[in-house]
C-alpha cells in the first residue's frame, strides 16, 4: 500500500517569515513529486513538481527531495496571507498505471 | 488556453438514482484522470486513460462505477445506484503524457440524499 504522509497542521506562520512544509512516502520506487495548493472549496493548482535529489527553486518557492531518506519538501520565503491554503503533497511511481498518491495536506496559515 | 472543464459543477441526487460526471481535457492532453475527495480526506485516485484505454480499473471503489473516454478527450464517469457515501467532489485532471505534470479541473461536488 502506498502512502504519503503529511502533517495536518494547522501549521501558522508570522508573515514574512519562512513556511516550510514536509512529507514523506512509502513507495521506494517513486520518481516523480509534486506540491499542489488547495484554497478552501477549490481544486488543486500545481505549485512545484521535483524528479532529482536536491533542491528546485521557483520565485518564493523552493522543494527539496531526498529519495535515501524518501523525503520531500516545500519551502515558502517571505510568506504572504495569500499562501494560507492547504498543501497537498503528490507522487507519482515510477511503473504501473497508476495516478498521483496524495497526502492529506498540510493546512498553513499566514497570520498577518 | 482553455483549462480542464468539469459538469455539472454540482449535482444533488437521491440514494439509488445514475449519475454521470464530465470532464473535458486540456487540449492535446493524451492523459486523463479521475480523483475522488471526500469532506476531510485526501484525493483518492480512481481511473486513468491513455487515449481511449484505461489499463488499470482497480482504482475505481466498487461495480457500481464506471468510466469511459472517446474520441482521446471527453470523459465520463458513471455512478450507478448512488449510495450517501459517495457524496464527494469528483475531480479530473490531465496531462501533456502519463506521468507528466497534471492539471486539474474545477471538481463536481455531488450530494447523494
Known amino acids: 500500500q502506498k502512502e504519503v504522509e503529511q502533517n495536518s497542521g494547522p501549521l501558522s506562520v508570522p508573515e514574512g517569515a519562512i513556511a516550510s512544509l514536509n512529507c514523506t512516502y512509502s513507495?521506494?520506487?517513486?520518481?516523480?513529486f509534486f506540491w499542489y495548493r488547495q484554497y478552501s472549496g477549490k481544486s488543486p493548482e500545481l505549485i512545484m513538481f521535483?524528479?532529482?535529489?536536491g533542491d528546485k527553486e521557483d520565485g518564493r518557492f523552493t522543494a527539496q527531495l531526498n529519495k535515501a531518506s524518501q523525503y520531500v519538501s516545500l519551502l515558502i520565503r517571505d510568506s504572504q496571507p495569500s499562501d494560507s491554503a492547504t498543501y497537498l503533497c503528490a507522487v507519482n511511481e515510477g511503473g504501473g498505471a497508476d495516478g498521483l498518491t496524495f497526502g492529506k495536506g498540510t493546512h498553513l496559515i499566514i497570520q498577518p | 488556453g482553455a483549462g480542464v472543464s468539469q459538469s455539472p459543477s454540482n449535482k444533488v441526487t437521491e440514494k439509488g438514482k445514475d449519475v454521470e460526471l464530465r470532464c473535458d481535457p486540456i487540449s492535446g492532453h493524451t492523459a486523463l484522470y479521475w480523483y475522488r475527495q471526500s469532506l476531510g480526506q485526501g484525493l483518492e485516485f480512481l481511473i486513468y486513460f491513455q487515449g481511449n484505454s484505461a489499463p488499470d480499473k482497480s482504482g475505481l471503489p466498487s461495480d457500481r462505477f464506471s468510466a469511459e473516454r472517446t474520441g482521446g478527450s471527453v470523459s465520463t464517469l458513471t455512478i450507478q445506484r448512488t449510495q450517501q457515501e459517495d457524496s464527494a467532489v469528483y475531480l479530473c485532471a490531465s496531462s501533456l503524457g502519463f506521468r507528466e505534470t497534471q492539471y486539474f479541473g474545477p471538481g463536481t461536488r455531488l450530494l447523494v440524499l
Open positions: 513507495d521506494r520506487g517513486s520518481q516523480s
Open positions: 521535483i524528479y532529482s535529489n
